[in-house]
C-alpha cells in the first residue's frame, strides 16, 4: 500500500480533515524547531564568546520557553486530532465495510470479515496516530530545515541533502520485505479467527463425537505459526530500525566532522556551527521516525487494503427505477456468475419460471442453487447475463421495492437475541398478536411454541439457542407466511432435519405455496416432489 492510499480519501473523508490539520500543525512544528535552533545557537555563542550572564540571557531563555511549549502544545493537538481522526475513519470504513458486505455477500467467511471490522481496522490506530503524522513532518521538516541552513552554510545543506535520499531508500527495501510479511501475518490472522468461530459454533457437536481435542490441536497449531511469523515481523522491525538510526547517526557524524574540520581552520564561526549542528539531526529525525512507526501501522494498512478490496467489489451503481416489477413471468436468460479463484462458474442457467409455478432447483452441491436464489434477491449480480422480470432487467429495478416481494427461507434460519413474536414479526414489522399466531399455526410452529415457559414472549438467544434445527426452519417459515409475499424462495428448508420434522415443514411449505411463484433448492426427493417440475442445474444446457 502507498503511504497514503487515495482510496482512503474517498472511502473515508474524515482522513481529508485530518491531513490538512496534519499539514498545519507540521509547518507550525517545523517553524518552532528552526527557531528553537537558533535560539539556542545565539545563546550558547553569547556565553561563550561574549560572556553574558544570566541577566543577558533572560530574553533568549523567555523566548526558548516560549517556543517550547508551542511546540508542546503542537504536539499534544497532533495526538488528540490523531486519536479523533483514527476513530472517525474507523467509523466510515466499518460502515462501507458492512453496507457492501450486506448488499454484495457474495462468498465471504464470516470469521475473515469479524476480523477484518473489529481486530484488522483497529490497526489504523497507529496509522494515524505516529505514522501518518511523521510522514508529513518528513515531506516538510527536512525542506524547512535545508532552506534555513542553506544561507548560512552550503557545504552542510549539499551534505544534508545527499544523504537525505539514503533513509527513504533503505526504509523502501526494508518496507518491501515488512509488507509482505505483514500480509501473510493477516491472513493467517483471519484464517485462524474464521477456524476458531466454525469450532466454537460446532463445539456441542464436537464433544458428542469426541473431536473436540483433535480441533484444539489444530487451533494449537495454527496458533503456533501465527506466533512465529509475528516474531519473525517483529525482527524485521527492529532489525530495519537499527539500520536507519545507524544510517542517520553516520550522516550527522559527517555533518559535525565537516563542520568541526571548518572550524577549526577559521572557515566557519561557531554561531554558524552550532546551528547547524542542532538542526542536521531534526532533518533526519522525521525520516528515522517514519521508518520505525512504519512497521506498527502495516498491519493496519494491509487490513485497509482488504477492506478497499471488500468496499469495491460491489456491483456498480445500479439506474434504478420508480418501481420494482410485479411477480410475473421470472427468466434467466443465459446467466453465468463466476467468483474469483474458482475456476468453473458457480451457476450457468437459462430457464424461465411462469408465475404460481413451484419449481424444484436440483443439481449436484456447487452446481449453483443457492447462487441462483441469491441472484433473484439482487444479494449477487450475475457476471454475465441479466435476469428478467415480468419484462424488466433486475438490475434496473429498486432493490428495495423488489425484495419486499419476495420471502426468503434459509438454510439455516437467522435468528435474534428476542422473543419468539419478534423473531416471527421480522417478516412483518407492522404486524399485530392475531397475525403472527396465524402465521405461526400454518408453519405448524405453534405447538412447541405454545408449549415455551412464556408463549411468544419467549426470549431467544443469538442464533435461536434453545430451539431445535426443525423449531428454527418453523420460525423461519412463520416470517415467510407473515410477509404474504408472491415470489418465496426457501433454500433447502429441509436439510439436517429428522423425518418427523421434515414431514411437519413440508406440510407448511405446501400450504404457502398455494398461489404463489415458488423456487425451492432441493435435494430430498420428497421435496422435489411437492413442485410442479424440476429445473436442474450443472446440467449442459441449465435445464431438464
Known amino acids: 500500500m502507498r503511504p497514503l492510499d487515495p482510496r482512503l480519501l474517498r472511502h473515508a473523508r ?50 526558548l520557553a516560549v517556543v517550547t511549549a508551542a511546540r508542546s502544545a503542537v504536539a499534544w493537538a497532533q495526538e488528540v486530532a490523531a486519536v479523533r481522526a483514527a476513530a472517525a475513519v474507523k467509523s466510515q470504513l466499518r460502515t462501507r465495510l458492512l453496507a457492501a458486505v450486506a448488499e454484495h ?39 524547512i530545515v535545508l532552506a534555513r541552513i542553506l544561507p548560512v552554510d ?52 464436537l464433544k458428542v463425537f469426541g473431536r473436540a481435542g483433535a480441533q484444539a490441536a489444530t487451533i494449537r497449531r495454527i496458533s503456533g505459526e501465527q506466533r512465529r511469523r509475528t516474531m519473525r515481523t517483529l525482527r524485521t522491525a527492529f532489525l530495519s530500525s537499527l539500520v536507519l538510526e545507524l544510517l542517520a547517526t553516520l550522516s550527522v557524524a559527517l555533518v559535525a566532522v565537516g563542520i568541526g574540520l571548518r572550524l577549526v581552520s577559521g572557515d566557519l564561526d ?43 467489489a460491489g456491483p456498480a451503481p445500479r439506474a434504478a427505477s420508480a418501481v420494482a416489477p410485479a411477480v410475473g413471468t421470472i427468466r434467466f436468460d443465459a446467466v453465468v456468475v463466476e ?20 419449481v424444484a432447483l436440483t443439481g449436484p452441491s456447487g452446481s449453483g442453487k443457492s447462487t441462483a436464489l441469491a441472484v433473484l434477491l439482487g444479494l449477487v449480480t450475475p457476471t454475465t447475463g441479466r435476469v428478467l422480470v415480468d419484462g424488466l432487467d433486475l438490475s434496473t429495478v429498486d432493490l428495495d421495492a423488489w425484495r419486499r416481494r419476495i420471502a426468503w427461507v434459509p438454510q439455516r434460519p437467522w435468528m435474534f437475541a428476542g422473543t419468539v413474536a419478534a423473531n416471527i414479526r421480522l417478516g412483518d414489522r407492522d404486524a399485530d398478536d392475531d397475525a403472527v399466531r396465524r402465521a405461526a399455526r400454518l408453519a405448524g410452529a405453534d405447538g412447541f411454541v405454545d408449549a415455551l415457559p412464556d408463549g411468544y414472549a419467549t426470549r431467544l438467544g443469538d442464533g435461536g ?39 411437519t415443514v413440508m406440510a407448511a411449505i405446501r400450504r404457502l405455496a398455494a398461489g404463489r411463484t415458488v423456487l425451492i433448492a432441493a435435494h430430498r426427493p420428497e421435496l422435489v416432489a411437492l413442485a410442479d417440475r424440476e429445473l436442474r442445474l450443472g446440467a449442459p444446457a441449465g435445464v431438464r
Request: hydrophobic share 55%; charged share 15%.
Open 339 to 358: 467468483y474469483p479463484g474458482r475456476a468453473e462458474p458457480a451457476l450457468s442457467v437459462t430457464a424461465t419460471v411462469g408465475p404460481g409455478e413451484v
Open 105 to 143: 455477500p457474495g462468498h465471504r467467511d464470516t470469521g475473515a470479515v469479524a476480523t477484518l471490522a473489529t481486530r484488522g481496522l483497529d490497526a489504523l490506530d497507529a496509522y494515524f496516530a505516529r505514522y501518518l503524522p511523521q510522514l508529513v513532518l518528513a515531506a516538510l521538516v527536512p525542506a
Open 154 to 205: 552550503l557545504v552542510a545543506t549539499a551534505t544534508i541533502a545527499l544523504t537525505l535520499p539514503l533513509i527513504p531508500l533503505f526504509m523502501a527495501l526494508v518496507g518491501l520485505h515488512t509488507e509482505a510479511a505483514n500480509r501473510r501475518q493477516f491472513r493467517l490472522l483471519t484464517r485462524l479467527s474464521h477456524h476458531f468461530l466454525d469450532v466454537v459454533a460446532g463445539l456441542p457437536t
Open 465 to 503: 439457542t434453545g430451539l431445535s434445527a426443525g423449531q428454527r426452519q418453523r420460525l423461519a417459515l412463520a416470517r415467510a407466511f407473515l410477509r404474504d409475499a408472491p415470489l418465496v424462495l426457501l433454500d433447502e428448508p429441509t436439510a439436517n432435519l429428522d423425518g418427523e420434522s421434515a414431514d
Open 270 to 312: 561557531l554561531a554558524t556551527a552550532l546551528l547547524v549542528l542542532i538542526l542536521a539531526p531534526e532533518a533526519y529525525l522525521p525520516l528515522r521516525q517514519v521508518g520505525a512507526n512504519y512497521h506498527a501501522s502495516a498491519e493496519g494498512l494491509a487490513a485497509a487494503e482488504e477492506a478497499f478490496a471488500v468496499i469495491e
Open 14 to 63: 474524515a482522513t481529508r480533515g485530518f491531513l490538512a490539520l496534519t499539514v498545519a500543525l507540521g509547518l507550525a512544528l517545523a517553524g518552532l524547531v528552526v527557531a528553537q535552533a537558533t535560539l539556542l545557537a545565539g545563546g550558547i555563542t553569547a556565553v561563550f564568546l561574549d560572556d553574558a550572564g544570566p541577566a543577558d540571557l533572560v530574553p533568549t531563555l523567555g523566548w
